[in-house]
């Protein structure tokens, strides 16, 4: 993981996906794995066994992803940088430090929205 010295958030597709993309206000289901600068590891749904679902673009997650997962398609994998802004902040969560980089691999499982 290398230093990122811009503060913006950074959004590489791996997977382009062809599924149902994802919109503000959808029910988005994911597995995910999110490091700290260092490279360590805090967080994983894939060692938890379980998907991550959450509304998207509700504030109910932290800023990178409200603004990165938009538009990610069913079936794609997306690498984000994270600046600590678009993060936790000042605020130490758990292993997370106060204000700290943050980077996530993430795929995009499922999409639901009112019309489904």
Known sequence: MS???????????????TGKACVKGALI???????????????SSYARGKPFQCVIGSRRVIAGWDQGLMGMQVGGKRKL??????????????SIPPNSDLW???????????DD
């Not at 230093?3 to 996906?17: K, M, R, Y």
């Not at 940088?81 to 605020?91: D, I, K, Q, S």
């Open 104 to 114: 996530f691999e993430i795929e995009l499982l499922e999409v639901l929205t009112r």
């Open 81 to 94: 940088f994270v600046p600590a802004h678009l993060g936790y902040g000042e605020r130490s969560v758990g």
């Open 29 to 43: 289901t994911t597995q995910y794995r999110g490091w700290l600068a260092d490279g360590s590891e805090f967080d």
């Open 3 to 17: 230093e990122q010295a811009n503060t913006q958030l950074s959004i590489e597709d791996l997977v382009i996906g």
